[in-house]
């Protein structure tokens, strides 16, 4: 007996497609609606174990498409939306930003202003949850932490325009009184992320020994969490957070990108066999991306203190996991990279 209707947008691109699998084989009486356009970060064959569970519906839909949106809210009695459906890449967004406008901040606000007219501002048992990124609050020097009350300080087209879309959220909650969460999380890595972003990057070219590029000096430090500690985050956020509130996710777990990537060349060389050191060889430095943020950190003391919310895979094992799983699903990478998962949609989807 379904008891709550989740509208999950972005749920075909890696971080949606873990929570959706999650939702809808935790709690299988939620009907678990996955909306995602389908761009060339949307991946359906993340999600072939559960595409045949009844509490689980995949729709094509563009969310800067408000009559697609309304079809959607129409056929369904959402209750719930998460919202993940973004462009993602940083370096994406550099080459071209008004697609992340478009995206992020339009698409956003195409999304609330929706469930608000389908809802007709009868918000009892509604929730609209964003999924956002540290990157809104800009650049940290060697010390610091972002916590929730840091200011916004977005630097690229994309954290600019997911920092739009995290005000657009606020927007429709004290004007309109929307019920909204918000989450702020670092980077995340894990199986099925888009072999553009750094650390599926390198495992496949150490795999293949091609050049590892390093921006700059390679001092950039990120804060690594593994997804399924980020699904699980959103999991408590979702059914315990309080309205209007924001919550910062982060791994506890800084590294300088050259540090990650020896840390990467070593697990591959001994999952592989090569001898040690064998694929540090392939690091190459290249240009520093433009205005590239020095350091991100999360406090995310408050989602601990209020949730009891702590990481639960460490970065050395959440990589040698990783790392597996990655050499053990090649076909999944040569889909990707060849573009063929584009078929599996015209094959699975067309004709329904
Ligand atoms: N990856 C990270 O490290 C990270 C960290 C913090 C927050 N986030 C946020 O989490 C969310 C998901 O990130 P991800 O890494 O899984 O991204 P992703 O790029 O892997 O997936 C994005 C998904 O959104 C879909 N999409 C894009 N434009 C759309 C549109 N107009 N309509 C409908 N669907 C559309 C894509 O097809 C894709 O499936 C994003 O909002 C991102 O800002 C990501």
Redesign the pocket.
Known sequence: MINKTVLV????????SHLVRHLATKYPHYLVIN?????Y???LTNLVDVADRDNYRFVR????DAEALRQVFAGFPIDTVVH??????VDRSIEEPLTFVQ?NLI?TAQLLQVAREVWHENFAGKLFYH????EVYGSLDATGLFTETTGYAPRSPYAAS?AGSDHLVRAWHHTYSMPVVLS?????YGPN??PE?LIPLCINNILHQQPLPVYGKGVNVRDWLYVEDHVRAIDLILHRGRSGETYNIGGHNEWRNIDLVHLLCQTMDRKLGRAPGSSERLITYVTDRAGHDLRYAIDATKLERELGWVPDVRFEEGIVRTVDWYLSNAAWVAGVTSGAYRDYYAAMYAHR
């Open positions: 947008t972005g749920g075909a691109g890696f971080i949606g909306l995602d356009l389908l761009t970060a949307g991946n839909a563009d969310i800067r993940l459906a973004a462009e993602s890449h995206t698409g999924i956002s990124t540290d997911k702020n999380c670092s980077n995340n992320q888009f972003k």
